[in-house]
């Protein structure tokens, strides 16, 4: 059986420090859509070792309720990657999120280790989901080969900061990371999976923040990395449909809904034939709110 | 699974545990505990300790643990670091999730 669904809602990604225990412990309590232990930068090299321990027994023993569980192994050219996967597949993680991939053989090497782990475990094959993050110039421009390396894929997501320094630029108001945004969202959707957007650094500028959200979710990205859980309920804020464009997205529904009862092939809502996109943007703004409601059950 | 040298894992934060294990030729695994929940879990977290060396294989070790209110996993996982860097190992055993 997969560990993973590609069709999921994915507003959120909370990053939590591999060798942390107090926020391993406290994560399930936040209202974030996946929840992805960090092996790589987070954890200083000395560490790793601890880190993956504790990542490898909280994945075994803690019940995280229905969040994704997302672990960020170390990439594989450093000799840490391997034993990472070596760790974390056995532990039942549901998707890998395999950083600065620069190319689709990136994600086939990893995919083969994978593979190879979950057989020696008796584990399907297959049932290991995987994504990655693109971190360089290299990488955003491979965008499409990557989205497309790998069934396993769930979605791709923008490492902003070693991008930014790729590029020779740092991060500023969001136009520097315009091209690769652009790149890996129609890369993603291309493939039929996920986009999903960088983190946010500065925790205590809420309107920067949201100004970022806003703008990542009218490009088409599917959720953004957070780094503290003070982000989360914004970010959400965010993707909730407003009032008005719920009302409309139900109306087309029933007229779609009339039509079929009639016999008729066309349906109009208000004298405007409603054509195939418009009914698929409706039915995606219902099932984000639909879902979006059943997961921020009790959220601030 | 033999023990060479002293080693340590984990740290002093809250929710976490300090462990320190040496080799020893005999007497079994002792252990020294410190714990801010002594009086409701000193039992409990002494048994995780034993357990995961008995695991490992470890038949002969002094152990110090410094408490800071680790859950299970946390002190199994700080207790399997200290022992696999006392043996100088990376030869580490996965299991599966059952």
Redesign the interface.
Request: with cysteine; charged share 35%.
């Given at each position: 059986m997969k560990r993973y669904t590609k069709d999921r809602l994915r507003r959120s990604m909370m990053f939590v420090p591999g060798n942390n225990p107090g926020m391993i412990r406290d994560v399930h309590i936040y209202p974030a859509d996946s929840i992805m232990f960090d092996l790589e930068d987070s954890v200083a090299y000395t560490e790793k070792d601890t880190a993956r321990l504790l990542v490898y027994n909280a994945l075994k023993t803690l019940n995280f309720g229905n969040k994704e569980i997302v672990v960020r192994i170390n990439d594989l050219s450093s000799g840490l990657g391997v034993m990472d996967l070596e760790a974390i597949v056995p532990a039942g993680v549901h998707v890998v999120r395999l950083p600065k991939t620069d190319s689709a053989q990136d994600v086939i090497d990893c995919e083969k280790e994978i593979a190879r782990i979950e057989r020696k475990h008796g584990i399907e094959v297959g049932s290991t989901g995987m994504m990655a993050a693109i971190e360089s110039a290299n990488g955003v421009l491979n965008a499409r080969e990557i989205a497309h390396a790998s069934d396993r894929l769930i979605g791709i997501a923008l490492g902003a900061e070693d991008y930014v320094t790729d590029l020779k630029t740092t991060r500023a108001d969001g136009i520097e990371l315009l091209f690769a945004r652009s790149m890996i969202l129609n890369a993603a959707r291309s493939a039929g999976i996920a986009a999903l957007d960088t983190v946010y650094s500065d925790v205590n500028n809420e309107e920067g923040f949201i100004a970022e959200a806003t703008l990542i979710k009218k490009l088409g990205f599917d959720g953004k990395s957070v780094i503290n859980p003070r982000q989360i309920a914004p970010l959400h804020k965010v993707f909730m449909p407003s009032e008005k464009d719920l009302n409309k997205a139900y109306a087309i529904m029933e007229a779609i809904e009339d039509a079929k009862k009639r016999g008729s092939g066309v349906a109009s809502l208000k004298g405007k034939m409603i054509d195939k996109p418009v009914v698929l943007r409706a039915q995606r703004l219902i099932a984000l709110h639909e879902a979006g409601l059943r997961m921020d059950d009790g959220e601030d | 699974m033999k023990l060479k040298v002293p080693s340590t894992?984990?740290t002093m934060?809250?929710?976490?545990v300090l462990v320190s294990i040496k080799p020893a030729k005999s007497g079994g695994i002792q252990i020294a505990l410190q714990s801010n929940v002594m009086q409701q879990y000193g039992r409990r977290i002494r048994e995780v300790i034993t357990e995961t060396l008995e695991e490992l294989g470890v038949e002969n070790a002094e152990v110090e643990a410094t408490d800071k209110g680790?859950?299970?996993?946390?002190i199994?996982?700080?207790v399997?670091?200290a022992a696999?860097?006392a043996a100088e190992s990376?030869d580490?055993h996965?299991?599966?999730?059952k």
């Open positions: - | 894992a984990g934060e809250s929710n976490d680790a859950l299970d996993c946390t199994r996982a700080r399997a670091a696999y860097r990376s580490y996965w299991e599966a999730k």
